[in-house]
């Protein structure tokens, strides 16, 4: 159980209120990267927060995460802007995955999808068990 709820609340409402500054009506560019930022201190701050370590294993993917949001915007190709979008998104979620163990490099894909649906389910169904 989280021990610190309404940090929790707060840093949910800066991270919409920076959704909000860096989107509205702006092309995706470098807010995009500005973003990721965003979160992965929001996500560092929380976990230091609650208690929680990062494992050493797991620094890699918030740099891949990092350098394919700033190769988003130095791209302006829609193909290889959106895929790096979607690769930047998809290191996020298996740092998310991975955050503690660190053992995303010895998943199969049986173990990636199932993560993936796991990561999809609990960001629909624990917000309300808040």
């Not at 021990?3 to 807010?31: E, H, M």
């Not at 930047?88 to 990636?112: A, P």
């Given at each position: 159980?989280?021990?610190?709820r309404?940090?929790?609340?707060?840093?949910?409402?800066?991270?919409?209120?920076?959704?909000?500054?860096?989107?509205?009506?702006?092309?995706?560019?470098?807010s995009?990267?500005?973003?990721?930022?965003?979160?992965?201190?929001?996500?560092?701050?929380?976990?230091?927060?609650?208690?929680?370590?990062?494992s050493?294993?797991?620094i890699?993917?918030?740099?891949?995460?990092?350098?394919?949001?700033?190769?988003?915007?130095?791209?302006?190709?829609?193909?290889?802007?959106t895929?790096?979008?979607?690769?930047?998104?998809?290191?996020?979620?298996?740092?998310?995955?991975?955050?503690?163990?660190?053992?995303?490099?010895?998943?199969?894909?049986?173990?990636?999808?199932?993560?993936?649906?796991?990561?999809?389910?609990?960001?629909?169904?624990?917000?309300?068990?808040?």
């Amino acid at each position: 159980m989280l021990k610190n709820r309404y940090t929790l609340w707060y840093c949910a409402l800066i991270v919409g209120w920076g959704f909000d500054i860096l989107y509205w009506k702006k092309p995706i560019g470098i807010s995009f990267a500005i973003h990721v930022l965003l979160l992965l201190g929001v996500l560092i701050f929380l976990s230091k927060k609650e208690g929680k370590k990062l494992s050493p294993k797991s620094i890699p993917l918030m740099g891949l995460a990092l350098f394919f949001s700033f190769l988003g915007f130095l791209r302006v190709e829609p193909f290889t802007s959106t895929l790096n979008l979607l690769l930047s998104l998809g290191f996020l979620g298996l740092l998310i995955l991975s955050y503690q163990g660190g053992r995303w490099k010895e998943y199969n894909l049986s173990d990636y999808i199932v993560g993936a649906f796991r990561l999809f389910t609990n960001g629909i169904g624990l917000p309300f068990k808040l």
